[in-house]
């Protein structure tokens, strides 16, 4: 089983709605990572947090809002999203060391989300 | 610069065979190379990861080759089983890249009985 707990596992939601995504680890990572991935695709950042402080945004969309309540949890929220936003919707997570990658990136099993 | 160029996109091997995929990098500043093994509905898992100060890395059947000079590093799967049959993706990062990986494209491998 995956140390990093992603839910829903599955989202459907008509693009006037508003829903959100939640991710919690307990590895003690102070980084924390929110991914999509469309099918036969490679993973494709969208937000970085590090310590609780949003480190990148990869120039992604306003209606994906990103939160890091603690340093256990993560959200994505949604809002007024389109058909193309339909994907998998990863998080992960990893230690840092002066804000540098050093280690395994541990990845839930992601959030299918549908945008009718 | 950030790129990670993998091939191929796709591979059929044999049960027993060897499975080889390829990847390619241009910044010469990453220092950590991982693949990940992700199969349908779930997310990516860390199988082996290398750093340039070695030029090979075996954990069981799983080898990762590192040419530093050519950027360029592999994975090799010995005696592939159908088990084996998932998507791998290689991976550049560490103190080159910032607080995140570049990945590859991926390659489809299905490995037939």
């Known amino acids: 089983d995956t140390e990093v707990t992603q839910t829903p596992k599955h989202l459907v939601m008509g693009m006037t709605n508003k829903k959100s995504l939640k991710c919690e680890q307990h590895?003690?990572?102070?980084?924390m990572y929110w991914y999509k991935q469309k099918a036969k695709k490679p993973p494709e950042l969208m937000f970085v947090y590090s310590y609780e402080k949003l480190s990148i945004n990869e120039s992604v969309p306003s209606r994906f809002s990103p939160e890091c309540p603690n340093s256990s949890l993560l959200n994505l929220h949604l809002h007024a999203l389109q058909p193309e936003d339909s994907a998998l919707y990863l998080c992960?997570?990893?230690?840092?060391?002066?804000?540098?990658?050093?280690?395994?990136?541990?990845f839930g099993e992601g959030s299918r989300l549908t945008v009718l | 610069q950030q790129q990670v160029k993998q091939s191929p996109q796709s591979l059929i091997v044999q049960k027993g065979g060897i499975s080889i995929i390829n990847c390619a990098y241009e910044n010469t500043a990453f220092d950590y190379f991982p693949w990940y093994q992700q199969f349908p509905g779930k997310g990516p898992a860390l199988l082996i990861a290398?750093?340039?100060?070695?030029s090979e890395k075996k954990e069981g059947r799983f080898t990762i080759s590192f040419n530093k000079s050519a950027k360029q590093f592999s994975l090799h799967i010995m005696d592939s089983q159908p088990g084996d049959s998932a998507t791998y993706f290689c991976?550049?990062?560490?103190?080159?890249?910032?607080?995140?990986?570049?990945f590859g494209t991926g390659t489809q491998l299905k490995v037939e009985l």
């Open positions: 290398i750093r340039p100060d070695v």
């Open positions: 590895m003690g990572h102070r980084a």
């Open positions: 992960a997570s990893s230690q840092e060391k002066r804000r540098a990658l050093t280690g395994e990136l541990f």
């Open positions: 991976a550049a990062g560490g103190t080159g890249g910032g607080n995140k990986l570049t």
